[in-house]
């Protein structure tokens, strides 16, 4: 496998405020060592304190300013608010939200049960909708505030197995295309990332073998393994002045597999 390219480089992006969700693990951990690393000033929420705490630790005392862990539960509406109102005061404002927490656990469709649903719901939409309304007056005193949500390419594969999650993965599509129209009079952007089998460790852990990594390798374009890495470079771009008169789209980084 290849190694990735090392991220861009985003000298607007020095300073800036930015919150990500779900930054902890994972593709999340990924933009919040790249943010950090362009010299941005950055919390991230997630709900695993142990490896949160130590992952801003580690990149605090790499980067230009301190970065900061803020423990929060998203399927609450009442800490999500809390969480981005501590983040805008910690940052000194707030310039870009990335709504990237996410939970792809596979489920039965014929056994879900409504609380299911609603929980499901909850961490893969929900709080997206309630993270950019919190951030929103931030973002617009900013006066060239961004937001990128994470949606997933999996909700146009027919996949039966997480119905409740690739519902949700569509609907983020549609809270892009909504907040764009809404807030982009106020100068806030709005697009998404649609990645593909992105390879984590929680994704080697609970679901991925190694044959189903071939097969999806056989379906791409780009014949390797996809990785958190590879989600920076679109996500820093969106964020960024590069991508000023973009807003209400979106990036899919599946390898070339649509």
Partial sequence: MRSISPA?????????????????????????????????????????????RQLASDLSNQSKHA???????LRNVSEVRAAV????????????????????????FLD?????????????????????????????RDGRGAIVNMSSIAFMLNMGAMPSYTTAKAGVLGLTKSLAGRLGPEGVR???????????????KLWLTEDG?????????????????????????LASSASVGMTAQWITVDGGVL
């Fill in 67 to 73: 970065v900061h862990y803020l423990k929060a539960d």
């Fill in 8 to 52: 861009p480089s985003f000298s607007d992006l020095q300073d800036r405020g930015v919150l990500i969700t779900g930054g902890g693990s994972g593709i999340g951990a990924a933009l919040t060592e790249a943010f950090a690393m362009q010299g941005a000033r950055v919390a991230f929420i997630d709900v695993a304190e142990e490896p949160s």
């Fill in 112 to 140: 879900m049960s409504e609380d299911y649903w609603d929980e499901n719901q909850a961490i893969n939409l929900k709080h997206m909708a309630f993270a950019a309304q919190a951030a929103a007056p931030a973002l617009i």
């Fill in 190 to 204: 709005v697009n998404a990332i649609l990645p593909g089998m992105v390879v984590t460790e929680r994704q080697l």
């Fill in 213 to 237: 990594m071939a097969a999806m390798r056989d379906r791409q374009c780009l014949k390797r393994n996809l990785l958190p890495a590879d989600i920076v470079g679109p996500c820093l771009f």
């Fill in 85 to 108: 109102d501590e983040a805008v005061a910690r940052l000194g404002g707030l310039g870009v939200l990335i709504n990237n927490a996410a939970r792809d656990d596979r489920h039965e």
